[in-house]
């Protein structure tokens, strides 16, 4: 991990930069607008009209905009929001993250005009380093559809913390892609808050780029509130791939499932680590685990670390992990009907993801299908 | 079309088949008979390609190639099909789409031009109304939680869309029902003919009731101990493997 704190010393300096450039001077007075719109989404960040911006990242909303003064300073921000970043704060201890949150005084009002919507996060003058951040409302009852494409290019590091707030009843869909070019890094920080009976159901598809690493955090703080990690972490050549999860239930009768699998040939690695927190007296939780890894060649390597921390009986809790390598009597079985060893190996993996991939929204299939088609190949052909 | 001359064959340090002589022409349906453990999958396998079979001595020629020069895929490719005793389940990986990559494949190889999903479906869904095999195959992954049956008419349904010359079905009556056993019987036979070869790996007389073979072989300990006419497999259904045993051992 030695790679990750080297790289920390820029992203201070670029944190204080930002923090200094930015000031609040706008503020929104009807809070209350975009509390109650259906399928509003607020977004904290960057605003592409200050010259700052071209310093720190492009980033690009897709239906949605951001609207002319919607900006917000943390003063004036809801009480709930300023309530939820006070115990953020103090809860992060990732360093990471903390600058984000503490540093950043702005945030913006984004308007999504469909119950979908793409945030492409690109970096095209070859950058140092990019930062992002975002945060999401999802209001009450309202179903939302978000893509978060990663695509760095020649950049050292892109940085991007994401704080989703799912109101209660509401349901989020979130595809996460980092495809990065060959040297590019990129960390992604999730943080999710769920309200009463909403649903979070993420995909996480890491495809390429020299690092990429999801950490996600899940507060499941309603009751019935579900939460559902799924991911995929594709490696070759010298490439690591780094999936860290902190599930926590704090109510009862809230379920998480969390299903990860590494792929990986050449000298790729992986780590995954999986915490899940069940809270004292929280009536019946539901918890699944899995985490696997399937190696491709001798020289990849795979860390697995499920981790359940239980203080409450009545809970149904499961967690498994495991590291293997592809089924060779399956691939004989293949090549044995005329294709060849890559090719079979390409549909071995390419089966291995069918479950974890089964209940992706259609709607990111588009962007999903042939990406992963072409990426599974890379990894089989190695 | 096939000729095997002296093959030993060893797994590990275990020698499985000690010196087989088999030559097998276009047109002829074979029947391979024997104990367990005697080496009948092994053939089988060593045919297909499998790599962790060694081949220390002999020859395996197929239409004039030799074939331990050749790849799995290859001899595949080239017209080897072996339907496994036991075929692999793969979750995950949905049948016919399989079947469509290896069908390509094998056009690739041989220069004509793939088929796209749909007539590809078109032909795989005609071959399944012919065989008789419930549709709902091409919806599932491939073996995967199909019945002991199940797996043999998948075998036998791959067979009829790669269109192979030499076909060896390893116990493909084992775990068959009676109408199975006859579905199958009746697909082989109107499968073959006269550039078509068949070897049949069976426990048992009763497929070849169905299927007439133009020859029988006793494997026993990793050789032919004797070759026959269809008669030898009724000698066998009454006097088993007993005297051939005897014989090895004196
Ligand atoms: N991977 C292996 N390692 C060691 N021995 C093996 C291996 N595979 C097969 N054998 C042995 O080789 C011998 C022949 O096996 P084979 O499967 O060819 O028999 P068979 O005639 O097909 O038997 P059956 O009628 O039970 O299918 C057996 O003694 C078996 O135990
Ligand atoms: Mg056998």
């Known amino acids: ?382 | 079309m096939l000729t095997i001359q002296n093959l030993h064959v060893r797994i590990g340090e275990k020698e499985i088949l000690r010196g087989i002589d088999l030559t097998v022409k276009a047109g002829e349906i074979h029947a391979i008979m024997g104990p367990n453990g005697s080496g009948k999958s092994t053939l089988s396998q060593v045919i297909a390609g499998r790599e962790d079979l060694v081949v220390s001595q002999g020859s395996l020629v197929f239409e004039q190639e030799n074939l331990l020069e050749l790849s799995v895929e290859e001899r595949a490719r080239r017209g080897i099909f072996v339907a496994f005793q036991y075929p692999v389940a793969v979750p995950g990986l949905n049948n016919l789409q399989f079947m469509r990559e290896a069908v390509n494949a094998q056009r690739r190889f041989r220069g004509e031009k793939e088929l796209s999903s749909s007539d590809f479906l078109k032909k795989a869904q005609k071959v399944m109304h012919d065989l008789g095999i419930p549709q709902e195959f091409s919806k599932r992954s491939l073996n995967d939680g199909f019945s002991g049956g199940e797996k043999k008419k998948n075998e036998i349904l791959q067979m009829y869309l790669l269109e192979p010359k030499l076909i060896i079905l390893d116990e493909i009556d084992s775990g068959l029902d009676i109408d199975a056993l006859q579905m199958v019987a009746r697909s082989v036979n109107s499968f073959h003919n006269e550039k078509r070869a068949f070897l049949l790996v069976t426990h048992y007389q009763r497929l070849l009731h169905y299927i007439e073979p133009n020859y029988v072989h006793v494997l026993v300990d990793g050789k032919i101990v004797e070759s026959g006419g269809k008669e030898l497999a009724e000698k066998l259904e009454k006097h088993g493997y007993d005297i051939y045993k005897n014989q090895l051992s004196s």
């Open chain 1, 1 to 382: 991990m030695a790679m990750i704190s080297t790289k920390t010393n820029s992203l201070l300096e670029l944190a204080q930069f930002w923090s200094q450039r930015l000031s609040p001077d706008f503020s929104l007075r009807d809070h209350e607008k975009y509390l109650y719109t259906p399928l509003d989404a607020i977004s904290f960040g960057i605003s592409p009209k200050e010259p700052w911006h071209r310093a720190l990242g492009d980033v690009v909303f897709h239906n949605g905009y951001l609207a002319q003064g919607d900006v917000l300073g943390m003063e004036d921000a809801p009480a709930f929001l300023q309530e939820k970043y006070l115990s953020l704060r103090q809860k992060e201890d990732d360093f990471l993250c903390r600058y984000n949150l503490a540093y950043s005084p702005a945030f913006y009002y984004l308007p999504l005009r469909q119950n979908n919507s793409k945030i492409t996060i690109a970096d095209s003058e070859r950058r140092h380093a990019v930062a992002t951040s975002l945060l999401c409302y999802i209001p009450p009852g309202a179903e939302h559809y978000l893509e978060i494409h990663n695509m760095a290019q020649e950049t050292r590091l892109s940085h991007c913390h994401i704080v989703v707030f799912l109101a209660s009843g509401s349901k989020l869909q979130l595809l996460l892609i980092h495809e990065l070019d060959e040297p590019s890094q990129s960390i992604v920080h999730l943080h999710f808050i769920l309200s009463v009976e909403s649903q979070a159901v993420v995909y996480d598809l890491q495809l390429s780029g020299k690092l990429s690493r999801t950490s996600i955090e899940a507060d499941l703080e309603g009751e019935r509130s579900f939460f559902s990690l799924n991911g995929l972490l594709l490696g070759r050549g010298e490439e690591h791939r780094d999936s860290t999860s902190l599930l926590i239930h704090r109510s009862s009768y809230s379920e998480s499932k969390t299903l990860c699998l590494s792929l990986l040939n050449n000298k790729a690695s992986s780590a995954i680590t999986g915490n899940i927190v069940v809270e004292p007296r929280i009536r019946e939780a539901k918890a699944h685990q899995l985490l696997r890894s399937l190696l491709l060649s001798d020289d990849a390597k795979a860390f697995c670390r499920p981790q359940l921390e239980i203080g409450s009986h009545e809970v149904n809790c499961s967690h498994g992990s495991s590291i293997g390598e592809l089924d060779q009597e399956a691939l004989y079985y293949l090549q044995s009907r005329g294709v060849s060893k890559e090719e079979a190996r390409q549909l071995l993996l390419k089966a291995a993801t069918a479950h974890l991939l089964q209940d992706l929204a259609p709607i990111f299939l588009p962007t999903t299908q042939e990406r992963l088609n072409y990426y599974l190949k890379e990894v089989a052909y190695g």
